[in-house]
Each structure stands twice: as C-alpha cells, then as structure tokens.
C-alpha cells in the first residue's frame, strides 16, 4: 500500500518561498500520477498542481506562474516549490498520488499524506 510523506511546510511572510517535498513509500515504480492540493477550513479542497508519469505538468490559476510542481523519479519523491506566496496561500497542504494513472491526471486521487501546514503572514 503506498504511503504518502509530506514535509516543508511552515510559516512565511508575504513574498516569500517555501518548499514542499512528498515522499512515496510502499510503491517502486514512481512514474505515476502525482500533485498537490490545499484546504482552507470551511472550504473544498483545491487542486493546484499535478504531474504525470512523463513529467507534464498543469496548475491551477491560483498558482500558476508562482508554484512549481517536479519530481525525483529516480527517488520517488514530488516537490512544490512556491514563491511570491500570498496570504491567501495559507492551508493545510496535501500530497496526493493515484498509482493505478500514468497520463490524464485528474485531482481525483486514490492515496494521500497527511498534509503539512503553510501559513503566510502579511
């Protein structure tokens, strides 16, 4: 059963940059689908990020331009680098994965981390 470890999370001022990394456990093969969502209490959650098995990427158009989805292939492990972060970027952050997916990625995943939180102070 694959495992999902979130890290980086952490408090920022407006106009900062943070890292997230992801570390997938239990699963060898890493060319899957992958990404990065966020929720806000009382709210959905959002998809901003995802990544195929080729490495294609797409972004929501809260995030695009700012964040940066990658991926060790060779280590199994996905990063969200964010930059310009705004105080509405502020949620808990989630690593998502849907092993079963190699291309046309959706936010409909199967396996998910624990999430690690992001706040941005103004």
């Known amino acids: 059963q694959v495992r999902l470890a979130e890290s980086g999370g952490g408090s920022v001022q407006a106009g900062g940059s943070l890292k997230l990394s992801c570390a997938v456990y239990?699963?060898?093969?890493?060319?899957?689908?992958m990404g990065w969502l966020r929720q806000v209490p009382g709210k959905e959650r959002e998809g901003i990020a995802a990544?195929?098995?080729?490495?294609?990427?797409g972004y929501s158009s809260s995030v695009k331009g700012r964040f940066t989805i990658s991926k060790d292939f060779v280590k199994n492990i996905l990063y969200l680098e964010m930059n310009s972060l705004q105080v509405d970027d502020t949620a808990m952050y989630y690593c998502?994965?849907?092993?079963?997916?190699?291309?046309?990625?959706?936010?409909?995943?199967?396996?998910w981390g624990q999430g690690t939180q992001v706040t941005v102070s103004s």
């Open positions: 998502a994965a849907d092993v079963s997916r190699y291309a046309s990625c959706s936010y409909d995943f199967t396996s």
């Open positions: 239990g699963y060898d093969y890493s060319k899957f689908c």
């Open positions: 990544i195929d098995g080729d490495g294609n990427r």
